[in-house]
């Protein structure tokens, strides 16, 4: 990891600012104490980052279990019998690993994927423009697109831009947003100015400039509740006491093993489904071990439950902002870690006068990249196919939530899977009474209808060759059709020839069922 150093260090500042407000966000959306959700960025830059084999996917608290977490909550007694179940949690995701579930993740469809990834780009544009313009209301980190006040996405953003829009936070933001699409054009290839991270020159411009603000216009300078808000403690004692056990004397309570389930199932999906996006954006295309990616996060979360966080996924925004930074290695995650601990502990205070607007500049600029339109025209490319589920995964995930959005996408992918398989598989030709009725894949229950139309074509007294070899497989309803039709040909005079590959080399049979062709 230390000969990628130059690449991973920048771009663990970048995924350190990005971690950040969303730690704080979702922490406040879920009803948990702020210094819960630092805890859980903290570890999952840490412990998920030592134990995962992903190379650039990053961990901390999810936005998609924010409704989750804030049910639970209200649901269980104290917050430290949450903790307990999120302890809990980790350990069935253990299991989960040992049973191998994350060969699921392999079954997801590409295109689903690639919508996920667009609409979580979409996602941050539009949640941030409110925070953009001084517009604060929601925490950040929220991904649904309505709340429990009734209001969502969109007639928050109308709200942001029709209220009393923050002049100065305007400001910030047009010029962060402006520096860092010229960066990412001007950035020098070769000298130490490569490695200057965008984001962080944003979070000085922002500081600074409302320093600025204050001296030249007062009444345009930030106030706290525009700046990011970091618990801060006045010694190593209260610092320490930030963190808290699980109450293990609710192990018996049967709420807090229903937390514990549910938590674990949408927290592995979740990170199922990050990884694999991640692995699709690696620009070395590396191959995550799913498994051991389920052990990595069970691990994170049992530490997590353990001192008091929220419960860690892998998390897409932070990992997408990864790759964008030219990571190369897990090195990135575990100094994202690193830099979030160090800050918190010993400069909270500077932290503090990070503006929202600021970093909405940064998410902003991440989920263009996410979102571009050059995404669309290549699936477009593709065919329907490919593009319809991808419409629809952005659509979904845009008005419901990340894993219902997904989960409708899902359905509307293998749809056309199965319409794909459901195409004509068999040919069938003739010249007088010699007929041919060819396999051109692998015959699957669905294609039974089709076998049987295509067979009751041959007429009595045909010479009828049944040509298998460009299958692997045949289903067995297949085969018992084809060794019925073989079996009533002799009292109609058809003689038949069932051709198929045997171990790389063609066999015939002439009037044989065709399991002693296919399977001898």
Known sequence: MLATARADIPASIVVFLVALPLCLGVALASGAPLFAGLIAGIVGGLVVGSLSKSPLSVSGPAAGLTVIVLGAIESLPTFQAFTLAVMLAGILQLAFSFTRAGILAEF????????????????????????????????????????????????????????????????????????????????????????????????????????????????????????????????????????????????????????????????SLESLLSVKAVDEIDPKRRTTDKNWELMAQGGGNIVSGLIGGLPVTSVIVRSSANVDSGAESKLSTLLHGTWLLLSVALIPALLNLIPLSALAAVLIATGYKLAKPKLFAERWKQGYTQFVPLVVTVVAILFTDLLEGIMIGMVVGFGFVIARNFRTAITVAHDGDDWLVRARRNLYFIHKYELQKDLALVPDGANLLIDLTSTNYVDLDNIDIINAFIKNASFRNIQIMVRADVAGRTATKINAPVSEVVFS
């Open 108 to 267: 997801v469809p590409s295109s689903v994927i690639t919508g996920m990834l667009a609409a979580i780009g979409l996602i941050l544009i539009l949640k941030q423009v409110p925070h953009a313009v001084g517009y604060d209301a929601e925490a950040e980190g929220i991904f649904e697109f309505s709340t429990g006040d009734g209001i969502n996405t969109f007639t928050r953003i109308v709200d942001s831009l029709t209220g009393a829009i923050t002049p100065g936070a305007v400001l910030i933001a047009a010029v962060s947003l402006a520096f860092l699409f010229w960066w990412d054009a001007a950035r020098p290839k070769d000298g130490p100015l490569r490695f200057v991270p965008g984001p962080l020159v944003v979070v000085l411009i922002g500081v600074l400039g409302n320093m600025l603000l204050g001296a030249v216009k007062p009444d345009w300078q930030l106030g706290p509740k525009h700046l990011v808000q970091v618990p801060q403690a006045a010694n190593a004692s209260e610092f320490i006491a930030l963190f808290s056990f699980p109450d293990f004397g609710q192990i018996g309570n049967g709420t807090v093993w229903m937390a514990a389930a549910t938590l674990a199932i949408v927290a």
